[in-house]
T-cell receptor, first 114, second 115 residues
Framework: DTGVSQDPRHKITKRGQNVTFRCDPISEHNRLYWYRQTLGQGPEFLTYFQNEAQLEKSRLLSDRFSAERPKGSFSTLEIQRTEQGDSAMYLC????????????FGSGTRLTVV | AQTVTQSQPEMSVQEAETVTLSCTYDTSESDYYLFWYKQPPSRQMILVIRQEAYKQQNATENRFSVNFQKAAKSFSLKISDSQLGDAAMYFCAYRSTGANSKLTFGKGITLSVRP
């Protein structure tokens, strides 16, 4: 297993367009998290899944954002009608269920909305 | 809600010297986990060290150790014998023990290492 993979690494889009990001977690990890990180800030929680169930969504996740994890494997994060304020690094992480486990992060998808 | 504060935005250390990165947090819980993560430029975030709040002994991982002061809600990271590869952003993070808990991060600190 090569760790958590995110695709694409970089995405430039025009304001108003829709974008979709993909995350492939470590195969045996049943928890998957999405975070957003802006320049000079720490990652902010967006949402997380346990297997295929989306268990929590942050208030940061407006109705333009939707995340899925079909079959409890890979996950997608879609942003509709992108705005310049959506420009950020979107990080995916996975972990085993259990509070003591740290997360394994992917390299992130850097979104630039022009 | 828990908060994590890293008040130093940047620090610099001479290669082979020791540096301490500060972190404070606010919580009303008695049991939780604390983490330090490292994020090198344009690379993924990796776990450096983890501390369980109910353990009094400070965690150590090779050149990395923590000073965990539970009463003061302080969790600093000490890097000994600093190396050029230690240059990165370092994030302090908190996680409660609830079943649905997730990591809450501080703003991070940029560490530079002078050769």
């Amino acid at each position: 297993d090569t760790g958590v993979s995110q695709d694409p690494r970089h995405k430039i889009t025009k304001r108003g367009q829709n974008v979709t990001f993909r995350c492939d977690p470590i195969s045996e990890h049943n928890r998957l998290y999405w975070y957003r990180q802006t320049l000079g800030q720490g990652p902010e929680f967006l949402t997380y899944f346990q297997n295929e169930a989306q268990l929590e969504k942050s208030r940061l996740l407006s109705d333009r954002f939707s995340a899925e994890r079909p079959k409890g494997s890979f996950s997608t994060l879609e942003i509709q009608r992108t705005e310049q304020g959506d420009s950020a690094m979107y990080l995916c992480a996975s972990s085993l269920q259990g509070i003591g486990y740290g997360y394994t992060f992917g390299s992130g998808t850097r979104l630039t909305v022009v | 809600a828990q908060t994590v504060t890293q008040s130093q935005p940047e620090m610099s250390v001479q290669e082979a010297e020791t540096v301490t990165l500060s972190c404070t947090y606010d919580t009303s819980e008695s049991d939780y986990y604390l983490f330090w993560y490292k994020q090198p430029p344009s690379r993924q975030m990796i776990l450096v060290i983890r501390q369980e709040a109910y353990k009094q002994q400070n965690a150590t991982e090779n050149r990395f150790s923590v000073n965990f002061q539970k009463a003061a809600k302080s969790f600093s990271l000490k890097i000994s014998d600093s190396q050029l590869g230690d240059a990165a952003m370092y994030f302090c993070a908190y996680r409660s023990t609830g079943a649905n808990s997730k990591l809450t991060f501080g703003k991070g600190i940029t560490l530079s290492v002078r050769p």
